[in-house]
């Protein structure tokens, strides 16, 4: 699939903390559960971490970071204007649903043909590794639509690489 693994805290009788999404999305969950589940952001920040000890795999805000740096664009936005002219490389999630721009300095990928979230999730993690190896000085990456399934997973990896500390 390309995502890890969706990690809940189940540890209260009242509640679930969703700690890591994952392919496993969070309305499967809830569904299965019966109820709602809470945001768990505490593992997120470096003094909880150091504090309290890391609570799951996978959930330093700084995970997954590459070492060129990586700039996240809503979905859909026109990114045109945003692109220096040094090497750069975008990133579009689906090939039929964004506009083809040509934006001038930057090589133009996408994760895949359709609205495919499970492609997307397959494709992306190669795809970042292959693009820090090339030499970019900037990767713009477009986030995933709100819409329910990855979506959510997939926003959390790239929001995560995107964070520098």
């Not at 593992?43 to 971490?49: G, K, L, M, T, Y």
């Not at 996408?110 to 494709?123: I, R």
Request: glycine residues 6%; proline residues 5%.
């Amino acid at each position: 699939m390309g995502l890890e693994s969706t990690i809940v805290d189940v540890r209260s009788n009242q509640s679930a903390k969703l700690l890591r999404p994952g392919g496993i999305n969070r309305e499967t969950l809830e569904k299965v559960l019966g109820y709602k589940l809470d945001a768990d952001t505490s593992n997120n920040d470096a003094e909880s971490n150091v504090n309290q000890g890391l609570m799951a795999p996978g959930t330093l805000s700084s995970h997954y970071s590459p070492k060129t740096k990586l700039v996240l664009i809503p979905h859909g936005e026109r990114i045109k204007d945003l692109v220096p002219t040094n090497p750069s490389a975008v990133v579009r999630c689906f090939r039929s649903s964004t506009q083809l721009e040509h934006t001038a300095g930057a090589d133009t990928f996408w994760l895949a043909e359709d609205v495919d979230m499970a492609a997307v999730a397959h494709n992306m993690f190669n795809l970042l590794n292959t693009l820090d190896t090339v030499g970019y000085q900037t990767i713009f990456w477009e986030l995933p639509p709100d819409i329910p399934g990855l979506s959510e997973a997939i926003s959390d990896r790239l929001r995560r690489a995107a964070h520098k500390i």
